[in-house]
């Protein structure tokens, strides 16, 4: 039945109402529509074509749901099944398609009338309403900001979906209350928060604070709320807000606290400020720092210029200010000058500075630092003062200097190293391989046996004798002195030294051998003689010798006999340093000669009131010359007697090490000085040179050294305070 047969049905006064009904129905702005049971528009008002664009045969022409948008049907199906069974419903939205295709929202009110199966509904566009509310959502969304209001009437409290997710709670199934908003907040925030919220409900006073909050998941956060009021005639009537995480703005503001804390802790600790000069209205703006440096009260924060220029130092003054003008000129400054405080005390500072111009660019100032450099700088002058000291030790030395940085590979000569093999300044690469191309080959693998033996022992120094090559041709012996640094896991990582040029020494060394040579074999003879005459005498060949002259014979026998010795050990010497020493070489056990030597040497420990003791023994064969060895110990162990504290044992020991049978003869002795160790196996070199009466010349330890290497071993020693250890390594030979 359409609007006019209904009108027609209806008569006497009821025509009238129902007249006057259809005349609203046809001039009301809001759709209104009459439908069946089966889902089909029986009647629609002018106002659907107004809003939907459709014609109204059009939408009567079909089912309603074909209108619907294809998401919405089923929920519209569902609800009109509801109306079926009588009532109303109110606030039901769905989509319907516009004639130009797009959709709107619409929102229903509807009644049903089951015994004309008739569906009577009312329509509004909420298209607008739902799309502010999607865009504030997106907001909330993105800034993180909620909004919220409480009902004082009603007490009902409403969240937006932006307060919603900083709560943790599903806005579909949550209904908040005053409560539960307080409950998420630790009891520090809820005592600043409720008498705020009092103050807002019972005045009307605002409020805007920052909290710390905790979710309903248990997420500490950070919280920016605010409220406001609703009043009418000083009346709260309700109370509304907005709700923003601030965590992540709270977490930068506080790491730009503790940077700028930080900060202000490296400026003082490295004594740097910040200053700012107007080259306008030359004023200058320093940060505390530079007030503490220069002398001044932190509140002189802006000082005119020349009050920073009454500080430069006289001398520096003339610097400083042509340092300054050609800064504006050419955009940056890096100066380092001296300033006199107001208490007199003179700093080094360090200036660095870049200058800022305008847009029509005119120089408007300098911005930069101001660092008290002063330790440093007297640190720098002192290292200067030093380096140029070792310059001149150097140059006075003759001594070619050489630094290997291990890590980096990178090495460096001094100009006297380069002028040593020949070669001047850039003649040469610096790398590693320079200086062992200019050393002779025997002597190079010697130097890398020697480095590794003091690296496996984390040894700092060594001296070594090598040969190295001089751009002429000709071979220049030479000692080097070196010293090896260690990092904390002991590997090496750097070799510093100096190589010395000895061949002047040597010279002196083979002239000095020779005369001590010849003078050693024209005293022997008349040495012999006398000798022997004076032996005759004590057998009373030429008659019986008086009381009164046996003594005296005797001390001219024990002399002359200290002189045959003396002779006999300068001419061994000579003959060893010299290569004309005779070995007679053999394969043997070295034990039963160490055994033997100790038997013999035993009177020599009783006479200085020492013991000799064999306390360590392993089998071990070498090829040595047993008579030579048999010198090597008597030096060493009458070293040992002569020095061990009266009463003590002088220990021999034999172990094997690898590939060597080591020797050791062990004291508890002084030990060797510090000043003397690097002298020990030199000829003539004595710890005490005032001697103690058994006429020891310095030679015994540089002949056993002599004989332990040409029958290619190694010696060396180890001291400290009461106990000293002379050794000496000779190559095992294996059995069969």
Not at 22 to 33: D, G, K
Not at 490 to 516: W, Y
Not at 667 to 692: N, S, W
Request: some cysteine; hydrophobic content about 40%; glycine content about 10%.
């Amino acid at each position: 039945m359409d609007a006019h047969s209904e009108h027609e049905a209806v008569g006497g006064d009821g025509a009238a109402v129902v007249g006057g009904m259809h005349r609203l129905f046809e001039a009301t702005t809001e759709p209104m529509c009459v439908a069946d049971f089966e889902g089909r528009l029986l009647v629609v008002n002018p106002a659907w074509t107004a809003l939907l664009g459709w014609p109204t045969p059009e939408l009567l022409s079909g089912a309603y749901l074909d209108f619907v948008h294809p998401d919405d049907r089923a929920a519209t199906a569902a609800a009109a099944r509801i109306l079926t069974r009588g009532g109303t419903r109110h606030g039901f939205d769905n989509r319907y398609r516009h004639a130009d295709g797009t959709y709107r929202w619409l929102r229903w009110s509807a009644v049903s009338v089951v015994e004309e199966r008739r569906i009577y509904a009312v329509v509004r566009d909420v298209t607008e309403e739902r799309e502010r509310r999607e865009r504030l959502a997106e907001l909330e969304r993105v800034s993180g900001i909620g909004t919220w209001t409480l009902d004082l009437e009603t007490g009902e409290t409403r969240w937006s979906a932006g307060v919603h997710a900083i709560y943790g709670t599903d806005p579909a199934t949550f209904r908040p209350g005053v409560d539960d908003g307080m409950r998420c907040y630790p009891p520090e925030s809820r005592a600043v928060l409720e008498p705020a919220f009092s103050r807002l409900v019972e005045h009307g006073e605002p409020f805007d604070l920052e909290l710390g909050f905790v979710t309903m998941q248990g997420v500490p956060r950070w919280i920016r709320t605010t409220g406001r009021a609703d009043l009418r005639d000083g009346v709260v009537l309700g109370v509304s807000g907005s709700f923003q995480d601030i965590t992540t703005q709270r977490e930068r503001e506080l790491r730009l606290h503790q940077t700028g804390a930080q900060l202000d802790e490296v400026q003082q600790l490295a004594r740097i400020g910040y200053s700012i000069l107007d080259l306008q209205n030359e004023v200058a703006e320093v940060s505390p720092v530079v007030c503490e440096i220069l002398g001044w009260s932190t509140r002189h924060h802006r000082v005119p210029f020349a009050q920073i220029l009454e500080l430069v130092h006289p001398e520096d003054l003339e610097a400083f200010d042509q340092a300054v003008q050609e800064a504006v000129t050419d955009g940056t400054l890096d100066i380092v000058h001296r300033v006199v405080r107001p208490d007199g005390d003179v700093r080094t500072v360090r200036v660095l500075a870049r200058t800022q111009y305008t847009q029509d660019g005119t120089p408007q100032r300098l911005e930069g630092s101001l660092q008290d450099v002063t330790d440093l700088h007297e640190t720098s002058r002192a290292l200067e003062r030093s380096e140029e000291r070792l310059r001149r030790v150097l140059r006075a030395t003759a001594d070619g200097w050489w630094d290997n940085d291990l890590r980096t590979g990178t090495v460096v000569y001094s100009p006297r190293w380069l002028e040593l093999h020949g070669y001047g300044p850039g003649e040469l690469p610096a790398d590693n391989d320079t200086w062992r191309q200019l050393t002779h080959p025997d002597d190079l693998a010697s130097i890398d046996v020697l480095i590794d033996e003091v690296v496996a022992r984390r040894g700092r120094t060594f001296t070594v004798s090598a040969r190295i090559l001089h751009r002429r041709g000709q071979l220049v012996p030479v000692v080097i002195r070196g010293l090896i640094d260690y990092d904390e896991h002991g590997r090496p990582i750097r070799i510093s030294g100096a190589t010395t040029d000895v061949s002047e020494q040597q010279r002196l060394d083979a002239a000095r051998a020779a005369v001590v040579s010849n003078v050693s074999h024209e005293l022997r003879t008349p040495l012999t003689s006398i000798r022997g005459a004076v032996e005759l005498l004590l057998a009373g060949v030429s008659g019986d010798v008086g009381a009164g002259q046996r003594p005296l014979l005797e001390v001219a026998m024990r002399n002359t006999d200290r002189l045959v010795a003396l002779i006999e050990d300068l001419l061994d010497a000579e003959r060893l340093a010299s290569g004309q020493a005779v070995f007679d070489v053999q394969v043997q056990a070295l034990g039963p000669l160490l055994e033997r030597s100790l038997q013999e040497l035993a009177p020599c420990g009783l006479a200085r009131g020492v013991t000799f003791a064999l306390a360590e023994l392993e089998e071990v064969g070498v090829e040595v010359d047993a008579v030579r060895l048999g010198q090597v110990l008597a030096n060493l162990m009458s070293n040992a007697a002569k020095f061990g504290p009266e009463g003590s044992t002088v220990e021999l020991r034999l172990r094997r090490l690898g590939a060597w049978a080591r020797t050791e003869v062990i004291d508890r002795g002084p030990g060797v000085p510090e000043e003397f160790t690097d002298r020990v196996f030199e000829r003539f070199a004595q710890a005490d040179p005032t001697g103690d009466g058994h006429g020891s010349a310095g030679l015994g330890l540089a002949i056993s050294k002599d004989i332990v290497e040409q029958q290619g071993g190694r010696i060396g020693f180890d001291s400290r305070p009461g106990r000293t250890c002379f050794w000496f390594d000779l190559p095992v030979v294996e059995p069969g």
